[in-house]
């Protein structure tokens, strides 16, 4: 007889939380699912603010994150029990937007809404740009937009909210977004989004930020005139580990520096200069000479002797760089008949003598001396002049207020090439002025403020945080400079 087989048994369904629950649902006006809203005229778009780190206000959580349209205040959940359900009944709160999905939803009847008035709100949450739209940026005379409370704002030039003392961070970032290849680069989220990382790596969440953070500031329908740098700068301080704090004042070359490898990191680049955008635009090629001193305390032939080992020849070593740091002449210790310290003053060209070959530098350590030669073998596209105020020693932090003498247009840079090198791009070695970053004061109580050039309407703006001002170009080289970015000329061939 035939062994008769038992029953297959049946798979046990797990129901999902209702926190948890989410409707993946193709949206469509002819599913009943979906009505139209009697309460949108409840939303205050005054009061709409999505630069915040999108968590619940209540659980601290990122998973299922609500934001409520009546009051702008974020909440996990949509199903029965949840932190948006109980907000939507008790304060009578029913329009919710989900920060994930950008869907909208009515709670607690807990119904989608599909009505085009929001568009707006979505926008500001996420805006996109199409390439025709980026290729037009400094192309076309630029225009005003209005915000809801109806102030006047141009796009790309809008403050940063100052949290505490993040001042630093700020001038950087106003600095970059008129980098236009970076900018361009960053305003479209799939020029990043093809880019791979191992699993668990979330560094790739600095990029993300920095590509919200662009695309918030040239925003043209935003609903405030000026954008809070909170997420991308709460990703700095866990990426550098707590070196740059949003509460304590810090360098802006340091943080430049650390940012613009760490991107590049982060977009997969490597040693190549066309590895990432970051080394396209702004890696530069030098050789380094370096030559050993002997002693000061040695009779002329021993010095004779060492200066013919191979120890004490010229080194040649070819590295690249990002930024250039040019040194300051020290300050005169004594006043004039006056009685009054004279501000001192140097030509730009002086400072960049240091680095056309020729022109050698002492530098100590606890054990040799050595003097060192610089010669650029290449220019890249955008040169960053770091100019070095800030000096440390054992017992305080010096600053030298020298005023640097510079043309804002046409800066040639071609007599810090190399003599092989200058008969090749000596038709590409005219840079303009793009950005300035200034310190005012003390060396430790200083602020930090920006100048940067709006390319489509060829007018400066002084950017300090939330003050944005037009300014002369004349006014920007009587300023203290700090870091300069210059863009190669268009046209100067």
Not at 119 to 128: A, F, S
Not at 136 to 142: N, R
Not at 306 to 317: R, S
Request: one cysteine or more; a neutral charge.
């Amino acid at each position: 007889m035939a062994q008769t087989q038992p029953p297959a048994k049946r798979v046990k369904l797990e129901k999902k939380p209702a926190n948890l629950v989410e409707d993946d649902e193709t949206p469509s006006v002819f599913n009943p699912k979906y009505r139209v809203c009697p309460y949108l005229d409840t939303i205050n778009r005054n009061l709409l603010d999505f630069d915040f780190e999108k968590l619940c206000s209540i659980s601290l959580t990122r998973i299922n994150v609500y934001a409520c349209l009546v009051c702008g205040k974020y909440f996990q959940g949509r199903g029965t029990n949840t932190h948006a359900y109980t907000h939507s009944v008790g304060e009578a709160h029913h329009v919710f937007l989900n920060l994930h999905t950008l869907r909208f939803y009515c709670l607690p009847d807990n119904y989608e809404i599909i009505d085009s008035s929001l568009d707006d709100i979505k926008y500001v949450l996420n805006p996109t740009f199409t390439r025709q739209e980026i290729s037009k940026l400094d192309q076309l005379q630029p225009k005003h937009s209005r915000t809801v409370d109806g102030v006047l704002y141009l796009p790309g030039v809008v403050g940063l909210n100052n949290i505490k003392a993040n001042d630093y961070c700020n001038v950087v970032l106003h600095a970059l977004s008129h980098v236009g290849p970076l900018r361009d680069y960053f305003l479209r989220e799939q020029s990043y989004a093809h880019v791979k990382r191992p699993p668990g790596d979330s560094m790739f969440t600095l990029v993300q930020r920095f590509g919200e953070l662009m695309r918030k500031m040239w925003n043209p329908r935003n609903f405030k005139a000026h954008v809070s740098p909170h997420e991308m700068l709460q990703a700095v301080v866990l990426w550098s580990s707590k070196r740059f704090q949003i509460t304590e004042q810090g360098d802006p070359i340091d943080f430049l520096s650390w940012f613009l490898n760490t991107l590049h990191r982060a977009l997969k680049g490597n040693k190549q200069p066309n590895s990432s955008i970051l080394y396209k635009i702004f890696l530069g090629e030098m050789q380094i000479y370096t030559r050993k001193i002997p002693p000061v305390e040695l009779d002329d032939t021993a010095k004779a002797q060492l200066l013919a080992t191979e120890e004490y020849k010229d080194q040649v070593e070819h590295t690249n760089f990002i930024y250039l740091t040019c040194d300051l002449p020290p300050p005169p210790l004594f006043t004039d008949e006056f009685r009054e310290n004279i501000i001192p003053q140097v030509n730009l060209y002086q400072l960049l003598g240091k680095f056309n070959g020729s022109a050698e530098k002492e530098y100590k350590t606890y054990k040799d001396n050595f003097m060192k030669r610089f010669e650029i073998t290449r220019l890249p596209q955008f040169i960053i002049l770091y100019i070095k105020r800030f000096t440390k020693n054992t017992f305080f932090l010096e600053k030298n207020p020298t005023i640097v003498n510079f043309p804002i247009k046409n800066v040639d840079f071609g007599d810090i090439l190399g003599m092989r090198q200058r008969d090749k791009d000596v038709k590409d070695t005219k840079y303009n002025l793009v950005a300035n970053i200034v310190h005012d004061g003390d060396p430790k109580k200083g602020t930090y403020r920006a100048h940067i050039l709006h390319k489509a309407n060829g007018q400066w703006y002084e950017m300090q945080d939330l003050h944005v001002t037009e300014i002369l170009p004349q006014m920007i080289t009587l300023t203290e400079s700090y870091i300069q970015i210059y863009e190669r000329c268009a046209d100067s061939s």
